[in-house]
């Protein structure tokens, strides 16, 4: 084979080579982050007992703050708010940038606790939900001490509950109309994934992977974090190339039926953190269903539930997020789409 020939192969082998790798597309740190989210300020889509402030609101308030390096949102822990009224303070911020696939790396020091509280980590297409689908990869309510993790879609849309992951099947089928829109969600089993026991062992990382064929969602503890979105030179380089293959099997796992049409099902989505209270999740479930909160006398979960968040500032002291950094990996054409591989130099 001629020298020329050798280029022309290697050039003709090297885009399918590079396709097959992420790059870091996006990075979010305390010192960039209120700068590349909004913060969301409408009625609460879940009809929680929340107002959601602005920024300025919340800096001079102290519910979000950026020092020692890690990101902070939190909500009111200082003042009552009557049944009938706004409801507690909180934040809810949505990326300015919207994604459709790739890697998404949290690396988490504290969730939310308490009665009352409905924290979620997620993203969702915001230009015509469901259309374009929602994906929940942290949420869970009151003192629950495991991670659910779900999938929302409009249509017909069921998973396999075949795939090979920790967790355990709540649903498999991800149609909002199932359930008054429970989706396919799946509950994590790893040691201290979510709540106080999260916060007690230190935190951890939180990778969810989603292409065209399946969603998968990972929680490691902060002591067994893979090293290609743990060290230094890779977490931090925009050299990485994390490859999830080479990771533990997932704590959740969306492949099936669904998921040949998963790139109708999900796109351009933004992503959100919020905390909210109550509403029809945190409300519904407040004293039952395995909660310890403790209901009023003569009162629903939901009644209870407004009556404990609005009378009880300092059961909200630790109803925060605190994460070091959000990382979005994206393949490599993609993320270099419309750039070409220049032919120059010597082989």
Not at 68 to 77: H, N, P
Not at 260 to 285: E, R
Request: charged residues 15%; negative net charge.
């Amino acid at each position: 084979m001629s020298h020329l020939a050798s280029t022309w192969g290697l050039l003709l082998l090297l885009p399918l080579v590079l396709s097959q790798q992420y790059e870091l597309t996006q990075t979010y740190t305390a010192q960039n982050f209120f700068d590349e989210f909004r913060f969301y300020t409408g009625p609460d889509p879940t009809d929680g007992f929340v107002q959601y402030v602005p920024l300025e609101t919340a800096a001079h308030n102290r519910l979000v703050g950026n020092e020692s390096g890690l990101i902070y949102l939190g909500v009111d822990s200082t003042n009552v708010y009557p049944a009938g009224g706004p409801g507690r303070p909180s934040v809810r911020l949505e990326s300015k940038s919207t994604f459709t696939e790739g890697l998404f790396v949290l690396d988490l020091t504290h969730i939310p606790t308490g009665c009352g509280i409905w924290p979620a980590f997620w993203t969702v297409g915001l230009g015509d939900w469901p259309v374009d689908g929602e994906i929940d990869i942290i949420e869970n309510v009151n003192d629950a001490i495991h991670n659910n993790a779900a999938l929302h879609a409009a249509g017909e849309c069921g998973v396999s509950n075949a795939t090979d992951q920790t967790g355990s099947w709540k649903s498999t089928d991800c149609n909002i109309e199932h359930d008054k829109n429970q989706g396919c969600g799946t509950e994590f089993s790893e040691p201290y994934n979510f709540g106080e026991g999260f916060n007690r062992n230190g935190g951890g990382v939180y990778a969810m992977e989603w292409t065209s064929s399946a969603i998968n969602i990972w929680f490691f503890p902060s002591n067994a974090v893979p090293e290609s979105i743990s060290s230094p030179e890779s977490f931090y380089s925009s050299h990485s190339h994390p490859d999830p293959s080479t990771f533990n099997r997932p704590s959740a796992s969306f492949a099936g039926d669904c998921s040949s049409s998963f790139t109708d099902k999900f796109f351009n989505h933004t992503i959100v953190f919020d905390t909210t209270f109550c509403g029809g999740w945190a409300g519904g479930t407040f004293g039952n269903e395995g909660s310890q909160c403790q209901r009023s006398a003569y009162a629903t979960s939901s009644e209870s539930c407004v009556d404990f968040v609005g009378s009880n500032p300092e059961a909200f002291s630790e109803a925060y997020w605190a994460f070091k950094s959000l990382r979005v990996w994206q393949k490599y054409v993609q993320a270099r789409a419309g750039n070409p591989i220049s032919t120059s130099g010597d082989f």
